[in-house]
């Protein structure tokens, strides 16, 4: 989709929460305008005065159309009466109970639960497994499977329900403003459309399990609930089938019926960041996010969320080329959240790549309890144009670079999927925490990264130059974090790129299980050429000081030894030749010292919040640059790299002290006991090498041999 007049500024999500007059519309409209909104979001929300989808709705929506057209500003429609997106408020689940929302249930001897629909039955056997028995035979103690409804929402594995929801939603928005649609209508957005919390059912899931493996999915759905033998295996089934359903029955489907209508679908779904909640809530996210033209998230609170939740998203946009990443950001942060903190909160998206902010909320009115629906009718909304100028200004600085992102990190979202079960999620919050971790790890250490789904995963290329990827990414490296089990498309990848001299690392041991069962390929798995590592930063950090990935630029602490910790960065190349980053500070306590080094001989700007630019203090030592910068909590800078007429100073290396050391009289008394920092080296009568730190000499020294060969230093 082509680029927009207004891309970059944020976005009300604008809550239609009362009686919809005109001049109303008319006057919150032009305020918006006046403080630096590029459009709305048209959002029915509660306390709305007015049938919803009624005729005073469309006459309420035309007015805002032509307001905002006026204005050059984007209208942007929103897809249900509240939230989660899909009942179309409440048409879907009116049409019969294959349509509305089922939730999978056991229980020892025949259910209690009023409302219970009987699925299967099972017998244990003496060895703790159990089979399949008819109902009618089962016995007291035996076990039930069965499903319960939720007669509010819908069956989003049904594609017939999605089906419906355009029907009494989409379709009718087109019958009265076609003609605005892909001028001042851009797009239409989703709101968490999900899943329940425990496994769903659906009368769509027995035909596409026996289609996709040929099974009988009632044979084995005990397995959800107990861990018998081969447990793992069905539940990747289970999930797999799940997450099909839901991605290519809804996403899939109104992303085609917004394509062939010229707008963006947009919006996000529920629990987008912990890896256990995803699975139970849409069965993976990564996956709906390719399937829409603008992928968003949901950023909640005045907070710092999980940088995976900015991660995925960005790694999608960035593998697809998709221009935009939209965020609605800041909802429940409160009646007393500041400039600052609002700042804050999209400069830590902005970091990791989001670039486009719905901002929430703006209510047309606070009458009543709506005041408590974490609106933003503040003393301050008259300088609000500050906000919305300076967000505006760092997204379109960092959106027109270039990443040049050489890390590829596997999502284990699929690992996940063959523990997922009813009521016990511990291994799957494990995987989930140590998944965070890595992230966390990874941007602590400036190190930029995409996350890669499974799925994608196994199509790509291995090059000859040791690197894998496609047409739009090539990687030099692949990071394999905390996951039993990895596809067959993937462990087949892995040995390929192995083979191909590509570096990749293990972390926290290697797959045991290929798409939850055994499998001799992992046994390959534990031979490929490749380094096993901890999930520990300093030790990710000592790796990459040895095997460098990313030498372009890099935050240093001011004695230039290691990388600064509390820093992101988001770094992008031009292409005019100069080169953009930006830095944010996510420590909430304290102000942060680095040192910027910066390859090649540069100078390096500050840009200020208007465009405004201050050179900062250079100096060069022939092959990097270096600059001071601060950079206060919770906060960051925007700065520009170019090599026009550079004035940089000559870093010139200081002795501070100089002490011989006797060696005669130096005796080894323990093991490590004397710190070389620097030293040279060589091999029997040849040439001594260039001083370079003593754990690159060791590495470039032990390489040069098998590493069965005995050396003594």
Not at 311 to 336: F, T
């Amino acid at each position: 989709m082509k680029h927009w007049e207004n891309e970059y500024k944020p976005i009300s999500f604008w809550s239609w929460n009362g009686d919809m007059q005109p001049d109303e519309i008319r006057w919150q409209i032009s305020e918006l305008n006046t403080q630096g909104f590029g459009g709305f979001f048209i959002h029915s929300r509660a306390g709305l005065l007015i049938p919803y989808m009624g005729e005073e709705w469309f006459a309420a929506c035309q007015v805002a159309i032509e307001e905002a057209q006026r204005f050059g500003m984007d209208v942007w429609l929103y897809d249900e009466d509240g939230w989660p997106s899909g009942f179309a408020g409440g048409i879907v689940p009116k049409v019969g109970r294959d349509y509305q929302s089922k939730y999978v249930r056991f229980s020892f001897g025949f259910p209690q639960e009023k409302g219970a629909e009987i699925l299967s039955a099972y017998r244990k056997t003496d060895d703790e497994h159990y089979y399949r028995i008819s109902i009618e035979t089962a016995a007291p103690d035996d076990l039930y499977c069965y499903y319960m409804f939720n007669s509010s929402y819908v069956d989003l594995l049904n594609p017939k329900v999605t089906e419906c929801f355009i029907n009494n939603t989409h379709e009718i928005y087109a019958k009265h403003f076609k003609k605005y649609f892909g001028n001042v209508i851009k797009g239409i957005f989703t709101d968490e459309p999900q899943l329940s919390y425990s496994p769903n059912w659906s009368v769509s899931l027995p035909d596409k399990y026996e289609e996709k493996y040929n099974r009988d999915i009632l044979d084995e759905l005990w397995l959800l609930f107990i861990d018998g033998e081969n447990y793992r295996a069905f539940r990747y089934r289970f999930w797999e089938t799940v997450s099909d359903l839901m991605c290519c029955g809804y996403t899939k489907q109104i992303n085609g019926w917004c394509q062939k209508n010229n707008l963006y679908f947009t919006g996000h779904f529920a629990c987008e960041d912990g890896l256990s909640d995803q699975v139970f809530s849409n069965g993976g996210v990564m996956r709906h996010y390719k399937e829409m033209s603008l992928p968003a998230i949901d950023h909640l609170g005045r907070r710092y969320a999980s940088p995976v939740l900015m991660k995925q998203i960005s790694s999608v946009a960035h593998r697809m080329n998709l221009p935009y990443i939209m965020s609605e950001s800041c909802g429940c942060s409160g009646w007393d959240v500041t400039f600052g903190d609002l700042i804050s909160i999209m400069g830590w998206q902005s970091v990791l790549g989001v670039n486009t902010y719905c901002l929430h909320l703006s209510a047309y009115s606070i009458l009543g309890r709506r005041k408590r629906d974490y609106p933003y009718q503040e003393p301050w909304w008259k300088d609000f144009k500050y906000v919305s100028d300076r967000i505006s200004y760092l997204n379109s600085v960092l959106s027109r670079g270039k990443r040049e992102t050489k890390v590829a990190v596997i999502h284990p979202i699929r690992s996940c999927w063959c523990e997922a079960k009813i009521m016990n999620v511990y291994n799957n919050k494990m995987l989930s925490g140590e998944f965070r971790r890595l992230v966390e790890n990874l941007i602590d250490l400036q190190i930029d990264f995409d996350l890669i789904d499974e799925e994608d995963f196994g199509r790509m290329k291995a090059f000859k130059d040791g690197c894998f990827g496609d047409e739009n990414v090539k990687y030099s490296m692949l990071i394999v974090p905390f996951m039993k089990s990895v596809t067959l498309n993937s462990a087949n990848k892995i040995l390929e790129i192995g083979e191909n001299d590509s570096k990749i690392l293990f972390i926290t041991g290697r797959p045991e299980y290929i798409a939850g069962e055994k499998s001799g390929i992992c046994e390959r798995l534990k031979a490929v050429k490749a380094e096993d590592i901890q999930n520990s930063r300093n030790i990710l950090q000592k790796y990459f000081r040895a095997f460098p990935v990313q030498e372009d630029i890099r935050l240093l602490d001011c004695r230039l030894q290691n990388d600064i910790s509390g820093v992101a960065l988001n770094y992008v190349s031009n292409e005019d030749g100069t080169y953009s980053a930006f830095l944010f500070n996510y420590k909430t306590d304290h102000l942060i010292e680095t040192v910027i080094r910066k390859k090649g001989k540069y100078n390096i700007v500050r840009l200020g919040d208007n465009g405004d630019k201050r050179n900062l203090e250079c100096c060069f030592d022939g092959y990097y640059t270096y600059a001071k910068l601060s950079l206060p909590q919770k906060s960051g800078v925007l700065l520009s790299f170019n090599n026009e007429a550079v004035n940089c100073g000559t870093v010139n290396n200081v002795c501070v002290s100089q002490k011989r050391l006797p060696i005669d009289y130096l005796r080894l008394t323990d093991s490590n006991a004397l710190t070389v920092d620097y030293g040279c080296c060589k091999i029997n009568d040849g040439k001594f090498s260039e001083k370079s730190r003593s754990f690159i000499l060791l590495t470039r020294f032990t390489n040069q041999f098998p590493q069965t060969t005995p050396i003594r230093l």
